[in-house]
Nanobody, 121 residues
Framework: QVQLIESGGGLVQAGGSLRLSCAAS????????MGWYRQAPGKQRELVAT???????NYADSVKNRFTISMDNAKNTVYLQMNSLTPEDTAVYYC???????????????WGQGTRVTVSS
């Protein structure tokens, strides 16, 4: 199977920056797609940004021009650089990957445990 471990969350003041990392490990045959989602208190989980193995990216309108997603294929790691943070960005951020595992040679969706980001005003 595939495991995702996130890091980089924390407390930051409005206008500040944070960089989230998500490292994939395990029986990985290929990483087709990785992304970040977030869930604020009392709200549904929403897409933040995604990146494919071919570096095609997609962003939620609310984070465009502030957040940047990138991937290091050699390290099986995806990053989310978050700038100009606002209190509305406060949420638990989850890493997601669509990957093929060598255990079953099928594509599957995997989630990390989440990392909390708190932006104070």
């Amino acid at each position: 199977q595939v495991q995702l471990i996130e890091s980089g969350g924390g407390l930051v003041q409005a206008g500040g920056s944070l960089r989230l990392s998500c490292a994939a490990s395990g029986s990985i045959a290929s990483l087709n797609y990785m992304g970040w989602y977030r869930q604020a208190p009392g709200k549904q989980r929403e897409l933040v940004a995604t990146i494919t193995s071919r570096r095609s990216t997609n962003y939620a309108d609310s984070v465009k021009n502030r957040f940047t997603i990138s991937m290091d294929n050699a390290k099986n790691t995806v990053y989310l650089q978050m700038n100009s943070l606002t209190p509305e960005d406060t949420a638990v951020y989850y890493c997601n990957a669509v990957a093929m595992a060598t255990t079953n040679w099928r594509l599957g969706a995997y989630w990390g445990q989440g990392t909390r980001v708190t932006v104070s005003s």
